[in-house]
């Protein structure tokens, strides 16, 4: 059946309402213009709306991931944990949401499918299954871990339990009393989950094919006066997060850890990995993930406490990782998860060892047994940076497809343009430090930049930018050169290099160069009359 098609006129259009989309509305709101949101889930908070899984959680505090924009809003808000769980995180977006009067403009269940650049009219046509819409200026806030991962698991829709994904959890509760459960995916949101499915499960079985390095978050309760003083100096705060390297108040090291003996290195990790925890366990030392001696010492280390808390050390080795240094893959923060295989009632199977050969009508078959299990949960990650970007059959200028620009891998000028593609920005895109940073931060500059570049197109009299081929090549040799010099680049199998997806080209998609460095090329870039761009 055919669907009538209305045509719309905005002068921007922003695909997905997640802390992006919705930060972009508002802002293209206080420019004056016409704006709308197309967002495919059924509500907003992206992220945060589809991993409803229990345990789910920031692992950057939440008073540094949330919006610095509004000081009234900073100010209200009231978190309750170091690390606010999901549901509290989707309270607050849609709070922000409401402040601001955003549900107005936004589209729900509608995924963009299309987008076609005219260039004798300069504007965009989105399509999606019910309309089109034309606007000047498209904005893809369509996220960097968007588009689950669609992993062939041998017999899955042969199983007769329930099927649980992370990234598509079922809004209402999910009871694991008195069932075995099998848990496939140790990555941030298999480490996230495990303990909960321990504590709630008759049984729990972990498949695990790659072990993570994996930090205590020391997760705590937020006492009132804790709270008042933060927000005393909100904006000094601020101010001092986003001139660390990933947009956080976080406590980072400066002296390389090179330069220091193996006594004080220890020292700082045992430091950090007691009281303070968390993703800061990686700000030690500035060459964490350069030097090979202090990321081997670091990999080391965590290596060690996995065995103090693992008391089965067959166990606990099977739960090292080892064939690649801390940061490699990004490292999970936990809580209670290295614990929960001192209990009866949760076993460890390791694929490298025991592949998967299929699941059954009762279970899952690897190569030496069978586990009888009555429900699965699938934590297998995601089609990260590009994913959601690919998936709208998206058309620059002369009819090019994105998805032949970026067939060896993707390429942009600073994350934000494609040479090719005139009047389209990406809010976090590959080359930006994107998820190596403080998102909710990271979108606000992203944001922000594309705010500033709008605004002096009009008063130019500008209808068109464009990122040219050039400063497209140079920007993606520089991300790569960086990159190199990282543990990233030597890291298996990890999502930042696009190795968990089969076929997707190898490429270091983060900016390595560091957030506030980031921040001042793209500012640069913008003080020289957007250098790299053609503008007219
Ligand atoms: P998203 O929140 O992913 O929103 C994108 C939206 O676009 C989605 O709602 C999606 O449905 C929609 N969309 C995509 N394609 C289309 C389309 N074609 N048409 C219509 N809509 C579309 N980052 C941190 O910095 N700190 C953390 O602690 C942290 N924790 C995380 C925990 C989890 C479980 C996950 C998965 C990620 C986490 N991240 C974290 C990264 C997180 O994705 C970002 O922090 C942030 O929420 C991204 O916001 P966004 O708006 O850019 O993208
Ligand atoms: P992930 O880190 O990519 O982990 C996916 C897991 O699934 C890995 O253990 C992977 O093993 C496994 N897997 C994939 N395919 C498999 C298969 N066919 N058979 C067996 N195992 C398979 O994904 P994620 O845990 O969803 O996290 C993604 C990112 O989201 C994180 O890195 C982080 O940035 C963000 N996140 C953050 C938090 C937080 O703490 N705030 C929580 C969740 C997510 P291999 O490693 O062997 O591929």
Redesign the pocket.
Known sequence: MSVAVQDRTFDVLI????????YALHRMRTLGLRAKV????AG????????RYPG?????ESLD?SYSFSEAIQQEWEWSER?AA?PDILRYIKHVASTLDLHRDIVLN????KLEYDASARQWTLT?AKERMVARFVIM???????PLDVAIPGIESFEGKVYR??NWPHGPVDFHDLRVGLIGTG??GV?VAPILARDASHLTVFQRTPNYSIPSHNRTLEAEFIKQWKADYSARRKAARQTRNFTNNDAGTAPGCDQTFEQREHEFERRWRETGGIGFMYAFPDMTTDATVNEHASDFVRRKIREIVKDQEVANLLCPRDYGIGGKRICVDTGYFEIFNRANVKLVDLKTDPIVRVTATGIMTQTREFALDALVLALG?DAMTG?LL??DIRGREGISLRERWKEGPRTYLGIAVAGFPNLFI??GPGSPS?F????T??EQHVDWIADCMSRMRERGDTCIEATVKAEADWFAHVAEVGARTMLAKAANSWYVGANVPGKPRVVMPYMGGAPQYEEICNRVAAENYEGFIRA
Do not use: H, K, P
């Open positions: 695909v997905g309402a997640g802390v992006a989309g919705l197309l967002e495919a889930g907003i908070g992206g992220t945060w709306y589809w991993n789910a959680r920031c692992d950057i991931y690390y999901q509608t995924r963009v499918e999606t806030a369509t996220g960097c871990l968007s588009i992370t990234s941030s949101s996230q995601f959601a998936r709208v809010v976090t998820v940073a403080n998102m909710v990271s979108v």
